[in-house]
Structure formats: structure tokens, C-alpha cells
């Protein structure tokens, strides 16, 4: 399905590289201005550059979003930039290890603030001006973690069942306002952010538990959001769009491999 944002407003957190990036040059491509967010600002320089050479629009801003101040200036920027924020795509994250005890608190703070806090701070701060004009679009990259516990890795699934919960509630609390937010739940994608996994470790994933026998891409994730921020789905708010080649549809998975 090809989908149309021209005159449209997209930001993307953590635009600098991975999904992110690739969901930058996807929407652009779909017409529309986008706004690459990241704390680096390198990165973020070199997504926009990249896309404006290839002929469509987009403007680079670094900042932190776990910083509220940064938050409220950066949406600022977009807004006098580009004249409306139509679309957010939060997609900036990490995923530690840990248990209880092996989970500092600074730990647990870390991830709360890149993982959580900042998807309170976006979605409270790009309100006023979604609402002000009207209406707009909020995707949350959650994980499909915020549903069931993973072995080790405590802090991660805790911060993403609260940022699941943010979503279901301002998806309720405004969509008078015609404000629809909605969250992807990837499970294993490859990306940056799963470099460090050991190939033997990824195929046995694949193989016995992940019931589709293909390696989710960020082409997929990217074009999950598309459809979520697009006029196909308005009717879509306040869910959980898992994509994860059937993985959380089943409690036990046999390979016919094994």
C-alpha cells in the first residue's frame, strides 16, 4: 500500500541510525517533512542530509529527550520549523540485561528514562500542538516485552509495560481530540541494536521459538508505522500492533527442525 503524508509533519526519535533511520527516509519518500530526532547529533545531520540530497525534506535536532527541557524546545524547533507536528514516532531505546539483583537502581533509572520517561515527555509535549491543529498521530516502539516477562531482563520488560500503558492511556484520554496513539511491538528485528547477538544464538531464536521462518527486517518496522500514521488506520487507537513472525501468538513453539 503506498500512503501519502505530503503536507504532513513527521518526527522520529532516535532518526540517527537503525529504524529510525530508515523510517526518516521512508516517510520522507511518502511526502512528508521530517524531523530527525537524536541525541546524536551527528547522526541525526547525516539522516537529513542524506534525505535532502535525495530530493525530499527533512531538518536535523539533536536532543536528549529524557531531558524535559530539551523535549519542550526541541518540539518548539519542529513546530517553527516545519509549521505543524502531525505525526511522532518514538523509536530511540535501549535494552539491558539484569535481574533483580544484578539490577543496579541507577540501572533501573537508565532505562526507565530512555525507555519510558521519554515517551511521557514526547507525548506530553507534542499534545499542545496536535491539538491545537486539530489532530494528530503518536507510534510508541514498545516490544513485544511489555506483555510477558523475559529471563533477565527485568528492567527493560518493566519500562516497556509502563510506556505500553502511556500509550493505551493518552490513545483514550484524547481521542476526542482526534489524537490516536498507538504502539509497535517488534520482537527480534535486525538492527544496530541486536549487532551484538551471536549468529548461532539468533538462528537457534528463529529456528525454535519465532514460529515464521524469516528475519524481521526494519523495513517491516518502518512500514508498520506508515500504515499506523496514515488515514487507512484512523479507526486504530489505543493498540498493540505486534510484529514478531507470530512469536507472541503461541506459548509453546515446536520447530519441525527439532
Known sequence: MKHDFTGKTVAITGGGSGIGKLSCQRFAEAGAKVAVIDI?????????????????TASAFQADITDENAVIETFKAIHDCFGSIDVLFNQAGISPMGTLETTSYEDLKKV???????VFLTCKYVLPYMKQQGGGTIINTIGTYAFRYVQNKL????????ALSITKSVAVDYARDHIRCNAICPGYVDTPLNKDVPADRRDRYLDRIQPMDYLIKAEDIAQTALYLASDA???ITGQAIVVDGGTEATLIYTSPNQ
Open 40 to 56: 546524536n547529533g551527528t547522526t541525526a545531520k547525516q539522516t537529513a542530509e542524506e534525505i535532502t540530497k535525495a530530493g525530499f
Open 112 to 118: 526507565f528514562a530512555i525507555d519510558t520517561f521519554s
Open 155 to 162: 528492567g527493560y520488560c518493566s519500562s516497556k509495560a509502563a
Open 233 to 235: 488506520s484512523y479507526a
